[in-house]
């Protein structure tokens, strides 16, 4: 069974920094990602990171995201820089095994089949 489990949310001041962590038990290669859901708003995506390597950022966090993984450890990374009040949110860490993230810009959040409970990011300003 495969296990999703965040961490490193918190608070922080606009323009500051954050990193999240994602260990993931029970899961084999595939497609993993980043999304993120505001207080009052739908979910929505943020990185992803196919099973090669390759990366997908939403327009809204690119350039300020980065995301990556450690295979080895089963870890998903997103580090985010130069943060803004709009980033608060709570984040889940997302995936699906055996298989890449498909051929849209971004994958849809439908796409992903396991789900982390998500950790909660501040920005104040």
């Known amino acids: 069974q495969v296990q999703l489990l965040e961490s490193g949310g918190g608070s922080v001041q606009a323009g500051g920094s954050l990193s999240l962590s994602c260990a993931a038990s029970?899961?084999?290669?595939?497609?993993m990602g980043w999304f993120r859901q505001a207080p009052g708003k739908e979910r929505e995506g943020g990185a992803v990171?196919?099973?090669?390597?390759?990366?997908r950022y939403a327009a809204s966090v690119k350039g300020r995201f980065t995301i990556s993984k450690d295979d080895a450890k089963h870890n998903l990374y997103l580090q985010m820089n130069r943060l803004k009040p709009e980033y608060t949110a709570m984040y889940y860490c997302?995936?699906?095994?055996?298989?890449?993230?498909?051929?849209?810009?971004?994958?849809?959040?439908?796409?992903?089949?396991?789900w982390g409970q998500g950790t909660q990011v501040t920005v104040s300003s």
């Open positions: 997302a995936a699906r095994a055996y298989i890449g993230c498909g051929t849209w810009s971004f994958p849809p959040e439908s796409w992903f089949i396991y």
């Open positions: 029970g899961y084999s290669r595939g497609c």
């Open positions: 990171i196919d099973s090669d390597g390759s990366t």
